[in-house]
């Protein structure tokens, strides 16, 4: 029988869903601020977007975790979900909501510049090399989320913020590492755009990243008898 919903459920998908509504909201917006301050140099304004994103982040999922988790991506949900940790009933509820946000997210960036607020990204980014840098991306985030939780669940919003600052710059791709926010920045004509075609490309890249980080830890958990710890 499906679930009905219920204040907590609503709370929970409230909760993924402002939290990628802010994070796209900041990938975008600093974006756009970033390039308009920039001057035309392409690492000054990657930097500035660096910067808002992981202390975002940071912010996001430390206000958020109590509430739904603070997974703000369909990949971790995904990788959650494959280690039991979050039920398969709630899968596709927090998906809808992560890229709802998104969506959202995107526009309320663009309200906020005053630019045009429907729009479809020119910016091509597919490659091998990407295409690559996104499997590493959010094996990498997917490995920091389930590392800490071996360790110590309240750091989970410092080391994403952390892991994610730094692979903007060591991924030729700049980290996108998230489902729901690729799909969203398709929609933004700006500096951090993704045009649509190259989104299903990123979108499986990101999927296989989390399914092989799921896997590994999986495999570690068994190997060292080890629990991850969950509130």
Request: hydrophobic residues 55%.
């Amino acid at each position: 029988m499906q679930e009905r919903l219920t204040p907590t459920a609503a709370v929970k998908l409230a909760g993924e869903f402002l939290g990628t509504l802010f994070l796209v909201a900041t990938v975008v917006g600093s974006g756009i601020m970033a390039a308009k301050l920039a001057g035309g140099n392409e690492a000054v304004a990657l930097l500035g977007n660096t910067l808002a994103t992981g202390v975002m982040l940071t912010v996001l999922i430390t206000v958020i975790r109590s509430l739904s988790g603070a997974h703000l991506n369909p990949a971790v949900s995904v990788a959650l979900c494959m280690r039991g940790e979050l039920r398969f009933g709630w899968l596709m509820p927090y998906v809808v909501a992560q890229i709802v946000g998104g969506i959202f997210g995107t526009w309320l960036a663009h309200l906020m510049f005053d630019v045009t607020v429907f729009q479809t990204s020119t910016n091509l980014r597919l490659s091998l090399g990407t295409f690559v840098a996104e499997i590493v991306a959010t094996f990498g985030l997917v490995a920091a989320i389930l590392g800490t939780l071996r360790i110590n669940p309240n750091w989970i919003g410092p080391m994403v913020g952390l892991y994610v600052s730094g692979a903007y710059w060591f991924t030729s791709s700049t980290s996108f590492a998230n489902p729901a926010v690729t799909l969203a920045r398709s929609m933004s004509d700006s500096f951090t755009g993704i045009a649509p075609v190259d989104v299903l490309p990123f979108i499986g890249a990101q999927l296989i990243g989390a399914i092989i980080a799921a896997a590994c830890f999986g495999l570690l958990d068994r190997s060292s008898h080890v629990k991850p710890q969950v509130d």
